[in-house]
Antibody, heavy 120, light 113 residues
């Protein structure tokens, strides 16, 4: 059974960098059939896909246009995990952040979520 | 981007009665090469991540009660709960995984009347 375990701080100051990690159990970040995604949820934006990383003979990333200039998703093959970095955060980035596996074009496994508040 | 629009935004149904939630995509999510609709339905309860209920528009995930069913193709989809149970109170979302950015509907809040 695949599980995703999220970690990272729940409070980030404005203009700083939000960093979260998603550890994968029961699958591999280097899987040739899955992609590894970050999604956030807030009352104002609903569920918003932020981006993904995946391996198909080499590493690829895709990002949402809304955050493209500020976001980086990075795989870590030595620990089978992937990370989200969001730079220059503002209070509008306050949300619950989820990592999720997409396999067979289905987001079938989700992390439990991390509530991140951007505040000084 | 593919815009997903759900209706209604909220719904109150009596226990044992039918609940119907609609989802419309701004463009077709039917992949012609395999004749599959890249449309999923999720259930979300407070404090929990979304739970995948139905994939490919109409395939129930393992363990999902058979009172949940999905239908539709192309741009118009429906989630039906045939006989509402108390544990079905939740927010329901549709999502397209046809193309990035993967987009979700705004959610439908289902309550007991």
């Amino acid at each position: 059974q695949v599980q995703l375990q999220q970690s990272g701080p729940g409070l980030v100051k404005p203009s700083q960098t939000l960093s979260l990690t998603c550890a994968i159990f029961g699958d591999s970040v280097s899987s040739n059939s899955a992609t590894w995604n970050w999604i956030r949820q807030s009352p104002s934006r609903g569920l918003e896909w932020l981006g993904r990383t995946y391996y198909r003979s080499k590493w690829y990333n895709d990002y949402a246009v809304s955050v493209m200039s500020r976001v980086t998703i990075t795989p870590d093959t030595s620990k089978s995990q992937f990370s989200l970095q969001l730079n220059s955060v503002t209070p509008e980035d306050t949300a619950v952040y989820y990592c999720a596996r997409l396999s067979g074009n289905l987001m079938d496994v989700w992390g439990k979520g991390t509530t991140v508040t951007v505040s000084s | 981007d593919i815009v997903m629009t759900q209706s209604p935004d909220s719904l109150a149904v009596s226990l044992g009665e039918r609940a119907t939630i609609n989802c419309k995509s701004s463009q077709s999510v039917l992949y012609n090469s395999n004749n599959k609709n890249y449309l999923a339905w999720y259930q979300q309860k407070p404090g929990q991540p979304p739970k995948l209920l139905i994939s490919w528009a109409s395939t129930r995930q393992s363990g999902v009660p058979d009172r949940f069913s999905g239908s539709g193709s192309g741009t118009d989809f429906t989630l039906t709960i045939s006989s509402l149970q108390a544990e079905d109170v939740a927010v329901y979302y549709c999502q397209q995984c046809y193309s990035t950015p993967y987009t979700f509907g705004q959610g439908t809040k289902l309550e007991i009347k």
